[in-house]
């Protein structure tokens, strides 16, 4: 597509369910990242894929925490037993090489 | 210390006014610099990339220092639309692609 796509654009879920964020890059980038943004901070780092691969998870909060990418394109970032503190806008970008990336519009997700 | 610091201001200035930001970086080896600008309840966008000889873009200058390691974004002739948070991004490659961005300097322009 000629952006990044993020689904759903919204997610309000009870506590204690799991959730399923979707993003589908660009097509042909091959690095792919995950970043949450909780309201009024700035963005903390979660996974970075690489292809199907992701050299770093060293952002992702706990083990309920978890990533995947298949084809090399579309990730889905799913969150076990869900908690108030998940809440957040879950960003997605996408980058070919080191000449910017670009962010889908994200999921906000609310844990009531 | 972060490996990437912004001041989170706000700076609040009237229009047609000039003003600056700064982003000091921590790891010397960091390659790549971009300037982004995130408006309120939206996805950040790129803003400019930030090259070794200073570029400018209109009324945007990014610039980098790299002996004292940090990035600039002068933004000249402030207009109330330039109201957003900025944003500074580093990447370095120590074996990926590693990104950090900064938390961010939140601009106010007053009429």
């Known amino acids: 597509g000629a952006g990044v796509s993020q689904s759903p654009s919204n997610k309000v879920t009870e506590k204690g369910k799991d959730v399923e964020l979707r993003c589908d890059p660009i097509s042909g980038h091959t690095a792919l990242y995950w970043y949450r943004q909780s309201l009024g901070q700035g963005l903390e780092f979660l996974i970075y894929?690489?292809?199907?691969?992701?050299?770093?998870k060293s952002g992702l909060p706990s083990d309920r925490f978890s990533a995947e990418r298949t084809g090399g394109s579309v990730s889905t970032l799913t969150i076990q037993r869900t908690q108030q503190e998940d809440s957040a806008v879950y960003l997605c970008a996408s980058s070919p090489r080191a000449t910017g990336y670009t962010f889908g519009s994200g999921t906000r997700l609310t844990v009531v | 210390r972060k490996e990437v610091e912004q001041d989170p201001g706000p700076f609040n200035v009237p229009e047609g006014a000039t003003v600056a930001f700064n982003c000091t970086y921590s790891?010397?080896?960091?390659?790549?610099f971009f300037w982004y600008r995130q408006d309120c309840r939206k996805e950040p966008k790129l803003l400019m990339s930030?090259?070794?000889s200073g570029n400018e873009d209109g009324r945007f200058t990014a610039q980098l220092n790299r002996a004292s390691q940090y990035i600039s974004l002068l933004i000249r002739d402030s207009k109330l639309s330039d109201s957003a948070t900025y944003l500074c991004?580093?990447?370095?490659?120590?074996?990926?692609?590693?990104?950090?961005f900064g938390t961010g300097t939140k601009l106010q322009v007053i009429p």
């Open positions: 894929f690489q292809g199907n691969s992701a050299p770093d």
């Open positions: 991004v580093v990447t370095n490659s120590g074996g990926y692609q590693k990104v950090t």
């Open positions: 930030v090259y070794s």
């Open positions: 790891n010397s080896a960091s390659q790549s």
